[in-house]
């Protein structure tokens, strides 16, 4: 297995993958999500390998159509379910859960949300599309509305296929913008006050969900999409504030007893 990955992306990511055995092609950072997949897919039409059009592919909603979407109507039958908040990525999640929780409970808000720094549903600026290997729905190009932003899994530099089609369903009630430090403050948050320890798009989906709750009314169930795990944030700016060595405070509880103290 081959993965071409922004250099932007997180080093954990690139060392995860390679664990699992897979080759991790590296692309530059300023090219963004249009950069890494035109590398997929030179390397897949150059060697013959099978491109899996992870943004186009219509098993990817489908997949979240047969799992995780029947899993929350499970979950909340017989119970109140009068928002659903997520991001994307692909949009494989906010489509394929999207179509079943709306047939399901027609009542339920589906809130997606978008980076601040890269508004490109909210623009209104439709996206540029080409053919490739014989699909058609790839990005030709970057979005204008696009900016970099940290919230690493979430909107890259072009609106996917995928999300699109979904959005064509009018699957959406509502887009509402999230702020980058927002994100990473709120995923903070999540970890030292209630022990979830998720990565900054989890962090984006629950500060959406916050603001929903801000103007829902009382006694809405609201439900928030935390789809990663901190750990493959370590070498992002949601442990910039993280040190590696013992604090000042924590070299003082360290020396309140007599023995095994490490000088810094």
């Known amino acids: 297995f081959v993965s071409t990955m922004a250099a932007s992306f997180s080093v954990e990511r690139r060392k995860v993958m390679r664990m699992l055995g897979a080759q991790v092609v590296v692309t530059p950072a300023p090219l963004g999500g249009t950069g890494m997949v035109k590398k997929a897919q030179e390397l897949a039409e150059a060697h013959g390998w099978y491109y899996a059009h992870q943004f186009e592919n219509d098993a990817n909603p489908k997949y979240h159509a047969e799992t995780t979407g029947p899993e929350i109507v499970r979950d909340f039958e017989g119970k109140r379910l009068d928002y659903w908040v997520t991001g994307y990525g692909t949009g494989g999640t906010f489509h394929g859960a999207g179509k079943v929780i709306k047939a399901a409970r027609p009542e339920c808000k589906i809130i997606l949300s978008e980076p601040k720094a890269a508004p490109l549903i909210t623009s209104g600026e439709a996206q540029e599309r080409t053919e490739v290997l014989g699909i058609k729905g790839a990005p030709a190009s970057g979005h204008p509305a696009w900016t970099p932003h940290p919230i690493q899994g979430w909107t890259p530099n072009f609106i ?9 369903l009018g699957l959406h009630d509502e887009v509402i913008l999230v702020d980058g430090k927002d994100a990473v403050d709120t995923a903070i948050a999540l970890a ?3 022990g979830i320890f998720c990565g900054i798009s989890g962090g984006a989906t629950v500060a959406t969900a916050l603001e929903v709750c801000k103007k829902a009314p009382e ?3 609201v439900l928030a999409m935390i789809p990663d795990t901190a750990e493959r944030y370590l070498s992002t700016p949601l442990f910039a504030d ?3 060595d013992m604090n000042e405070a924590e070299v003082a509880i360290a020396k309140s007893t007599p023995s095994c103290i490490l000088e810094q």
């Open 160 to 168: 996917p296929k995928v999300t699109e089609d979904g959005l064509s």
């Open 219 to 221: 006694g809405s169930t």
């Open 242 to 244: 993280i040190d590696a």
């Open 192 to 194: 030292r006050q209630e």
